[in-house]
């Protein structure tokens, strides 16, 4: 029997705000399903007073069918509001998603950006004693995450809980004061948040095995697509989760077409680990304009000599440009640069920046004056 996760224990006091930290499949998902009460514990209890709000998966506790101003009056019901209570806040939320325009459209018709945004409005406004957010708000654009996290910090001075996941470092740093490190299931780190971030990052370059993401037969299903494997290759195609600033990273995305699939795209996007973005690509022009239902495997290669020396994070994820979400943007692998910092130079020096590219320097004599003048 595989335990998700196991022997983890700690409190989290009124009005405290938690990050969550941890490697891909370290069981932080897991445990909020267990603290929301998503998921039955198999051993061992869990004990939350008053009442909880949780943002885990875009559409959770959306009924597709129904329209987004039903929907609020649902989700609120669901987490124990009263209808005179949504009512209060009903123009708060809408205002805050921004969807004034397809109020009364039914969600099956949302794409994943504004199903985020209406769950994120209702979970964060109603004012719940613990708010329980995994890291959903990669689904967002740049400012409506700002915005976000702008609610979240609103939420804890408030005095209410929060538990945080995200990889997104700088975040968890900015609304936290504390943090715990999950790794295997098993509770590694509690401590100040800094610390908690400082043995997270050892522990990425610490563990080759990160390099890679495997999904099983069974894959992560999404609209009409199994992701089964993400993948970082070196030039003779081991597996690696720490690179040389000169080597290349090679990118295997596996994946299985369920139905016949036109027009979609895979997109990477490389951030560090406090979630500065050092760049986003796509192979849209290296795929077949139709996919017939099959297995398929994605790659690409990041030339040697761009990244500077830090850890990274790989986000992935498929769409149909000015169409629909497939799979939404999500962390799967992240990989450390090394000796990095200092191209062109002589000198032993670790320069700033995310990217550390080779320049083409040349220098031109104009005019040559005699030594002996």
Not at 247 to 276: F, I, K, S
Request: charged share 25%; proline share 3%.
């Amino acid at each position: 029997m595989h335990w998700a996760i196991r022997g983890v224990s700690f409190e989290v006091r009124a009005g405290e705000v938690l990050g969550i930290i941890g490697h891909n499949g370290a069981g932080k998902s897991t445990l909020l399903k267990l603290l929301s009460r998503i998921t039955e514990p198999t051993e061992g209890e869990v004990a939350i007073t008053g009442r909880v709000g949780s943002l885990l998966e875009v559409g959770t506790g959306f009924h597709p069918e129904l329209s987004g101003r039903e929907n609020v009056y649902l989700n609120g019901a669901i987490l124990g509001m009263k209808r005179a209570e949504i009512a209060r806040k009903f123009d708060e939320i809408v205002a805050f998603a921004g969807l004034e325009k397809f109020l009364d459209t039914a969600v099956k018709y949302y794409s994943s950006g504004m199903y985020m945004r209406l769950a994120f409005a209702v979970a964060a406004h109603l004012e719940p004693d613990t708010l329980i957010i995994d890291e959903v708000l990669a689904v967002g654009d740049a400012a409506f995450q700002k915005k976000c996290l702008g609610k979240m910090g609103d939420v804890a001075r408030q005095g209410r809980t929060v538990l945080f996941v995200s990889h997104n470092l700088g975040a968890i740093r900015s609304l936290c004061s504390r943090g715990i490190v999950l790794q295997e299931g098993a509770l590694t780190f509690d401590g100040p948040v800094d610390a908690a971030i400082s043995t997270y990052l050892a522990g990425l370059t610490a563990h080759e095995e990160e390099g890679q993401a495997d999904f099983g037969a069974e894959g992560l299903l999404f609209d009409g697509l199994r992701l089964l494997a993400v993948r970082l290759r070196d030039d003779a195609g081991q597996v690696r989760a720490l690179f040389d600033a000169a080597d290349a990273v090679r990118l295997d995305v596996e994946y299985e077409v369920l139905a016949p699939l036109r027009g979609a795209r895979a997109v990477l996007r490389v951030t560090t680990v406090e979630g500065e973005i050092a760049f986003q690509s796509t192979d849209h022009q290296a795929r077949a304009d139709e996919q017939a239902p099959g297995r398929y495997v994605t790659r690409c290669a990041i030339r040697g000599g761009l990244l500077n020396r830090r850890v990274y994070v790989v986000e992935l994820g498929f769409e149909i440009p000015a169409g629909r979400t497939i799979a939404p943007m999500r962390s799967y692998v992240s990989f450390g640069v090394a000796g990095g910092g200092n191209h062109g130079s002589t000198f032993l020096e670790s320069w700033p920046g995310v990217v550390c590219p080779i320049v083409t320097w040349d220098t031109e004599v104009r005019v040559a004056h005699d030594a002996n003048e």
